[in-house]
């Protein structure tokens, strides 16, 4: 089994920043792709940005050159870093892993965090 868990949510003004982390453990071993998702009120969860095991990465058009996605395999972490964040920006963020080498559909990913709200005042 393996446990993420979600840190770095909370309140901040349209324009501001901020940086969420998802710490791993347990059988991580089996963990290569890496994803965040988000699910704002009444809709789908989207994905947010993806990581492989190798660095690439993937991003939805609607973040692209505000959010960066990365990991340090050395604290088991991965991170996403936020910024000139918009009031549409505000859901829950869930961290997501995948035995997968590259992973951008829901079903590819095998285990989830609780998720960590993200709210973005304009």
């Known amino acids: 089994q393996v446990q993420l868990v979600e840190s770095g949510g909370g309140l901040v003004q349209a324009g501001g920043s901020l940086r969420l982390s998802c710490a791993t453990s347990g059988s991580i071993f089996s963990i290569n792709a890496m994803g965040w998702y988000r699910q704002a009120p009444g809709k789908q969860r989207e994905l947010v940005a993806a990581i492989s095991s190798g660095g690439s990465t993937n991003y939805a058009d609607s973040v692209k050159g505000r959010f960066t996605i990365s990991r340090d395999n050395a604290k088991n972490t991965v991170y996403l870093q936020m910024n000139s964040l918009k009031p549409e920006d505000t859901a829950v963020y869930y961290c997501?892993?995948?035995?997968?080498?590259?992973?951008?559909?829901?079903?590819?990913?095998?285990?989830w965090g609780q998720g960590t709200q993200v709210t973005v005042s304009s």
């Open positions: 997501a892993a995948s035995t997968l080498r590259f992973a951008t559909l829901h079903y590819q990913y095998d285990y």
